[in-house]
């Protein structure tokens, strides 16, 4: 294993950036909700060299408030208490911490000590950072001394080299703090002496040389659906197990212009690797035709996804792995207490309930194999580029596992789904050419069934309408629309409208999430 740091969750909205955080910088690191019995096995591994706990909702000043369990303490491994971590180690070495009338929101400025070895090496004494918090130590405990204080009077770190343990109330994680990055990295590569092995080829090194351990010489089966995720996990598996892969990918009939024959194409360069082109865009349709109700679309496309997946699937001999690109957003067990996130007590990895187009059952009666499942997205896709897929693939936006079955709204049809395709095609290349795309996080079009009056020529068109939708998102949970240029919108809706035949009008999407979610349906 890798030289690795815990990340202990108190549930912040910031631990996955903590992680983040470090992954980029070549650390290696997994998070555990501060309860999980499984946070002491790992932090006992040798290769474990140092502990961070996280920020999170709730009050030291409570009876029962979340807490570093002895059992961890006792490992005696460095530890970085960030926020809420560094008050609860504060309150455990017998400090005093205070529910605060001066409460600390957004940007600060500090003066750091540089007399210990957290800041040592810092450029600066004074800096700005970013708080949250409204409770605050008072009294460092016994052995710490105030590291740095905020222009506010208030504890902003402490620092005991002696025991190697440091707490701050900013938050490093967040790229306002200055320096945040290089204390991270101060704290893990000099205090913690962790190596930073983490680079991409060393993940796709280790990601291939698990997934062979796991499936020996047995046959795994995936699901191709043309998305990041399934596309780097086939091009992953194809080098860890070659010829004992075979990809299934299933043409609903809901996919983007060209989709289908763009995955064969791609893959047609990976020499060898198996793909059985399903094209079962008339059974998803018949499926749907009358259903409007946008989740029971979504379990119809669902339903059907499956059932011709495992038609396929059990032609195949010998079968004995179902490969998954789970990632891990989906998998990290958090703490979440009190801030909406997953709960869980036991310690068993909390899996999203995919509402997915390749969500399979478990009766198929395969072993599941999930190389991605430690990585996040931005590790996800550096990997895919060090695999070879091409730039556009592995940047390539995020589509809904049931397509365009949520972006037409109502009844979904063939005809529907045609001038839907080929209006999505012109925004989303015009976005390309005008050197947009990566700048908002998902874009796309809608196809609107209410119909609106046209003059085109000397007629009169009665018609659907279609809706451009582009949206900036860090984490998909909440979202503004982007403030695309008028004349590129204007360009977007000319060719819209003068190329694809049934549409009368082209209109723009300015609703935030919330209230709006990012797809229609
Ligand atoms: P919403 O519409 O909930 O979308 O704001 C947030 C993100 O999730 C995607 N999305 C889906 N993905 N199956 C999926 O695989 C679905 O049923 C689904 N619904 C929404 C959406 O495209 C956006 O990226």
């Known amino acids: 294993m890798d030289d690795a740091i815990l990340i202990l969750d108190f549930g912040s909205q910031y631990t996955q950036l903590i992680a983040r955080r470090l992954r ?195 046959r795994v089966i995936l699901g191709l659906s043309g998305g990041v995720d399934s596309s780097v996990l086939a091009a992953l598996l194809d080098k860890a197990v070659g010829g004992n892969l075979t990809c299934i990918f299933v043409d609903t009939g809901l996919l983007r212009l060209d989709e289908g024959d763009k995955v064969m194409r791609m893959f047609a360069s990976q020499k060898g690797l198996n793909v059985i082109r399903v094209d079962a865009a008339e059974k998803f349709f018949a499926a749907l035709q009358g259903v409007a109700d946008p989740e029971d679309k979504r379990k119809i496309i669902g339903r059907c996804f499956v059932e011709i997946f495992e038609e396929e699937a059990g032609k195949i001999e010998n079968a004995a792995f179902l490969a998954q690109g789970t990632i891990y957003p989906d998998v990290i067990e958090s703490a979440g207490a009190g801030s909406g996130g997953k709960k869980n007590d036991g310690g068993a990895h909390v899996i999203k309930s995919h509402h997915n187009v390749g969500g399979l059952p478990e009766e198929m009666g395969l072993e599941l194999v999930e190389p991605l499942r430690l990585l996040f997205k931005d590790e996800v896709r550096k990997i895919g580029e060090e695999l070879g897929l091409p730039r556009d693939m592995v940047y390539r936006h995020p589509f809904p596992g049931p397509g365009l079955g949520v972006r037409i709204l109502g009844e979904v049809t063939a005809e529907a789904a045609d001038i839907l395709r080929r209006a999505d095609d012109i925004f989303i290349e015009e976005l390309q050419t005008a050197e ?57 809706s000319r060719r819209i409208t003068g190329e694809v035949k049934g549409v009368s009008r082209v209109v723009y999407d300015i609703s935030g999430k919330p209230p709006a979610t990012i797809e229609w349906e």
Not at 163 to 184: C, D, M, N, S
């Open 436 to 492: 947009l795309y990566d700048s908002v996080s998902q874009a796309f079009a809608v196809f609107l069934p209410v119909r609106s009056v046209a003059v085109m020529g000397d007629g009169r068109a009665y018609e659907p309408v279609i809706a451009l939708r582009a949206v900036e998102t860090v984490d998909f949970m909440t979202a503004g629309w982007a403030h695309l240029p008028y004349d590129f919108l204007d360009r977007v």
């Open 24 to 218: 980029e910088a070549g650390i290696y690191c997994e998070i555990f909700g501060w309860r999980s019995a499984k946070a002491l096995e790992f932090a006992k591994k040798t290769a474990t060299k140092g502990i961070i706990l996280s920020g999170g909702p709730e009050s030291v000043t409570e009876a029962g408030a979340p807490a570093v369990p002895q059992a961890l303490w006792d490992v005696k491994k460095p530890v970085l208490g960030i926020c809420y971590g560094m008050q609860t180690l504060t309150a455990h070495f017998g400090g005093r911490v205070e529910r605060g009338t001066t409460r600390e929101f957004g940007h600060a400025n500090i003066t750091a000590d540089h007399g210990n070895a957290l800041f040592a090496e810092l450029p600066e004494e004074n800096f700005s950072v970013w708080m949250s918090h409204g409770d605050h130590v008072t009294q460092a405990a016994e052995g710490f001394a105030v590291a740095a204080t905020s222009h506010n009077g208030l504890v902003a770190a402490v620092a005991d080299d002696a025991r190697k343990i440091y707490g701050l109330q900013f938050h490093p994680e967040v790229t306002h703090t200055a320096f945040g990055g290089a204390i991270l990295q101060r704290f893990a590569l000099d205090i913690c002496g962790c190596r930073a092995t983490w680079t991409p080829d060393h993940i796709v090194e280790t990601a291939i040389e698990n997934a062979r351990q796991q499936i020996g010489n047995k």
